[in-house]
């Protein structure tokens, strides 16, 4: 199975801050890697798939890049409404794997 | 729009078994891979099963592999999760998804969505 890592766990960040989230696979996985947004409480929600593509109606602070094995989320200028849970995801081989998420909080 | 809603949530006993169901409306069900995946509460996202568009693939999880059946009526544009020797780590909130697919920088890509708003099992005595 692919392991999927995520860095960091957690961080806090001011609201117009850049925030910046990677992810790691344990071996290459194309780019088969998307990223959800997740509140408590509410299912997880797409934000990019394919690694770098916008699902459609997300705001366009999101960003993301990489291919292979490094992956990154970048999140330009975090609104109050972007304080949440993310997770990267990598569907190039079953089982899907995720990975541990990353919590980001207003500082 | 389209929308898929869990049910079958409940508390159960260890060892015992529970059925949850995913009905799905807005979109053509049967062309669709659809997928389970859990949470445990104040845990991370865990892939549980999918089960290809016409039922003739199905995978599993390590942690659930034997135990759970993944199945589909299309007729009912309902799938379905059986949960046999149900244990206290199964506990969490089971959400299933559609496996969506699309083309971008010439290739051809998957993600899951939309999600259901989840159902909660709780495995206790």
């Known amino acids: 199975d692919i392991q999927m890592t995520q860095s960091p766990s957690s961080l806090s960040a001011s609201v117009g801050d850049r925030v910046t989230i990677t992810c790691r696979a344990s071996q290459s996985i194309n780019s088969y890697l998307n990223w959800y947004q997740q509140k408590p409480g509410k299912a997880p929600k797409v934000l990019i798939y394919a690694a770098s593509t916008l699902q459609s109606g997300v705001p366009s602070r999101f960003s993301g890049s990489g291919s292979g094995t490094d992956f990154t989320l970048t999140i330009s200028s975090p609104q109050p409404e972007d304080f949440a849970t993310y997770y990267c995801v990598q569907t190039y081989s079953t089982p899907f794997t995720f990975g541990p998420g990353t919590k980001v909080d207003i500082k | 729009q389209e929308q898929l809603v869990e049910s079958g949530g409940g508390v159960v006993q260890p060892g015992r078994s529970l059925r949850l169901s995913c009905a799905a409306s807005?979109?053509?069900?049967?062309?669709?891979?659809m997928h389970w995946v859990r949470q445990a509460p104040g845990k991370g996202l865990e892939w549980v099963a999918v089960?290809?568009?016409?039922?003739?693939?199905?995978y599993y999880a390590d942690s659930v592999k034997g135990r759970f059946t993944i199945s589909r009526d299309d007729s009912k544009n309902t799938l379905y999760l059986q949960m046999n020797s149900l244990r206290p780590e199964d506990t969490a909130v089971y959400y299933c998804?559609?496996?969506?697919?699309?083309?971008?920088?010439?290739?051809?890509?998957?993600?899951?969505?939309?999600w259901g708003q989840g159902t909660l099992v709780t495995v206790s005595s």
């Open positions: 807005g979109f053509t069900f049967s062309s669709y891979a």
């Open positions: 998804a559609r496996e969506s697919i699309g083309a971008t920088r010439g290739g051809t890509y998957n993600w899951l969505d939309p």
């Open positions: 089960i290809s568009y016409d039922g003739n693939y199905k």
